[in-house]
């Protein structure tokens, strides 16, 4: 249905896209000193200001609300097709939600408001015909539940948030969602608006962002959004609250990933094979896009979908491209062949080795203003994928090639291995020498945190390295244990330290899936720990 805006105001767009401009009202006319009076009376009314925030103020605030609201109903259903018969009454319900903001400098009136039975009403007003008005709502709504507001006012904020939820408020913020259209200035500051109160609603109640896409068609939304080739703010906001979305949720990771959800962000990845992001923002998206890829592979169904939509073909491009998503390839990469032999074999049959291995062995782009921490990570990415190959890929000639790959070159894969064995171990020795010393000082911690604190050092690192030697140890060929043993004695270490690391990680498999499959991950770090 068409609507006649009836007026147009100047916006907050301080957290807006960039593109979201004033627009005057009308009856002002730019650069002229023709003002309309009357106008001017109504935003003077509106910027009065209130002395004191309390209940009587509430009451009053509320109650002039419900009148304005009131009268525009009235005006609206008595003149439906005479925009100038109602246009006053319009503002005058303008000024009103503008003067409910000033609640968000008095959380602690929150139930107070729900009490007042005020929620239903404004809420009403996302379906109002002038977009306008329901963009009025979504500022308000933004502003009472933003994170600096609710900090200290944990209960407050949950009654509200939980009166916004009961009344509909995800359905409603989404329907208006659906209708606003970006090429207006003002509907693109409340696309990332409404994306913004969503995000406010999530942080104080979790269950929200399963909630939402049950309820709504807001994966579908932000799917749109990112599929769009040009880069704006509002599609790096939906690519963070699509990795929001995902990030502890199983159910909403099935749900994108039937709703052709991985198809969709490889295409959005897809986009920066060969080319860089032109800006910190959009550098930002991108890696919004890849936590979402990587959320969307913990889920079985999802890494069959990522190696049918070629994903693993896709990565390796980006690799070899050596552009800015060269680390978050690996990442991928990692979740999609963890726990799953078919892309672990695709990886293999597309001649991933070569490409993994070069940058195993150090043959990696530098990238000067990344994180001081990201050659380790990429490191540890690569130390986990090639763990994930060995533990994927189990017999014949796919096997074979991995194994041949720390023969080559005279063993030097083996012997970088080993450096990481020695780094990560000095630093796992380092951490328990300094938790003994806090004992000794009577800090006293459980094994539990202990073991914590080592994973967090570096353990788990140097877990999978052990793993790694012991697969290579247990495929019986001669010059790779001869390597071994020479590299371990160089060190003045034995094959029972790699045994002490291998039992210690079997004994601390976790069941999270189940205790058959821990039954069996156990058993094979067993017969490493027999083969050495």
């Known amino acids: 249905m068409e609507v006649v805006n009836t007026y147009k105001r100047k916006r907050d767009s301080a957290a807006a896209p960039a593109g979201a401009t004033a627009v005057a009202p009308t009856g ?186 049950e309820r709504t068609k807001l994966l579908r939304w932000l799917l749109g959004k990112i599929k769009v080739r040009e880069f704006d703010g509002n599609k790096q906001y939906a690519s963070e609250i699509l990795a929001i979305l995902l990030q502890n949720s199983t159910a909403n990771q099935k749900r994108l990933g039937q709703m052709n959800g991985v198809d969709v962000v490889l295409q959005a990845v897809a986009m920066y094979k060969s080319k860089d992001p032109k800006s910190a923002d959009e550098e930002e998206m991108l890696e919004n896009l890849f936590d979402c ?126 450096e990481l064995y020695m780094r990560y171990s000095d630093r796992v020795k380092s951490e328990t020498q300094r938790m003994d010393q806090l004992e000794l000082d009577d800090l006293e911690m459980d094994e539990e945190e202990r073991y914590n604190r080592k994973l967090e050092s570096g353990l788990y690192t140097l877990q999978l390295i052990a793993v790694i030697l012991g697969h290579l140890w247990c495929s019986e060929q001669a010059q790779m244990r001869a390597r071994i043993d020479l590299l371990l004695k160089q060190q003045k270490l034995s094959r029972k330290d790699v045994k002490d690391i291998l039992q210690e990680y079997h004994d601390n498999i976790g069941d999270l899936d189940g205790p058959e499959e821990k039954e069996r991950a156990q058993g094979r770090i067993q017969k490493f720990i027999l083969a050495l």
């Open 28 to 213: 002002v006319v730019a650069g002229s000193n023709d003002i309309d009076l009357s106008l001017l009376e109504a935003v003077e009314k509106s910027q009065s200001t209130v002395d004191v925030l309390d209940i009587r103020t509430l009451k009053k605030l509320v109650l002039s609300f419900e009148r304005r609201l009131k009268e525009n109903i009235e005006a609206r259903l008595k003149y439906p097709n005479q925009a100038e018969r109602f246009a006053d009454s319009e503002i005058d319900l303008h000024d009103e939600l503008q003067k409910l903001k000033i609640l968000a400098g008095a959380p602690e009136l929150y139930p107070d408001l729900v009490n007042l039975n005020t929620i239903p009403s404004i809420l009403n007003l996302l379906s109002h015909e002038n977009t306008d008005i329901a963009i009025d709502v979504v500022q308000l709504l933004q502003d009472l539940t933003d994170e600096d507001v609710l900090d200290d006012n944990d209960e407050p904020a949950s009654i509200l948030v939980d009166s916004l939820i009961e009344n509909n408020v995800l359905e409603l913020l989404v329907q208006n969602l659906q209708r606003l259209s970006e090429t207006d200035p003002d509907e693109m500051a409340a696309v990332y608006t409404t994306l913004a109160t969503i995000e406010n609603l999530i942080e104080v109640r979790p269950a929200v962002a399963e909630l939402v896409c």
């Open 293 to 418: 890829l990587c959320c969307l592979l913990m889920p079985l169904e999802n890494k069959e979908r990522f190696v049918k939509a070629e994903g693993v073909e896709l990565m390796i491009i980006i690799m070899k491209q050596k552009k800015s998503a060269y680390g978050s390839a690996i990442r991928a990469l990692d979740f999609a062949m963890t726990k799953y032999p078919p892309a672990c074999e695709r990886f293999v049959d597309v001649l991933g080795l070569k490409t993994a291995f070069a940058a195993f062995m150090g043959k990696i782009p530098n990238k000067k203003n990344k994180k001081e921490r990201y050659q380790e990570e990429l490191e540890e990415r690569l130390v986990s994928l090639i763990a994930s190959l060995f533990g994927g890929i189990l017999r014949g000639s796919r096997r074979d090639r991995l194994l041949s790959k720390f023969v080559e070159n005279e063993c030097e894969k083996i012997d970088h291995l080993m």
